[in-house]
């Protein structure tokens, strides 16, 4: 899957949880990035986080998700 689609997917995924307070809403959306994206499409977004779009709360969450791949 392309990364501007893994992109696209991931902000509406934080659009679901915009009403929640920040770090609230940046925990739900990493963890649903955890449970129910395949590794590939984890490792995708990790891979171009630089180069993709993402919402504040949403590149927040990769960020966090690219530690958690790494250590």
Same mark, same amino acid.
Do not use: C
């Given at each position: 899957?392309?990364?501007? #689609?893994? *992109?696209?997917?991931?902000?509406?995924?934080? #659009?679901?949880? *915009? =009403?929640?307070?920040?770090?609230?809403?940046?925990?739900?959306?990493?963890?649903?990035? !955890?449970?129910?994206?395949?590794?590939?499409?984890?490792?995708?977004?990790? !891979? =171009?986080?630089?180069?993709?779009?993402?919402?504040?709360?949403?590149?927040?969450?990769?960020?966090?998700?690219?530690?958690?791949?790494?250590?």
């Amino acid at each position: 899957m392309s990364p501007e #689609k893994l *992109a696209y997917m991931a902000n509406q995924i934080g #659009k679901f949880f *915009a =009403h929640q307070p920040h770090d609230k809403a940046v925990a739900a959306i990493n963890d649903h990035l !955890q449970k129910f994206w395949d590794p590939r499409m984890r490792g995708t977004i990790v !891979q =171009h986080l630089p180069d993709v779009e993402l919402d504040p709360s949403v590149r927040e969450a990769v960020e966090q998700l690219r530690g958690s791949q790494q250590g």
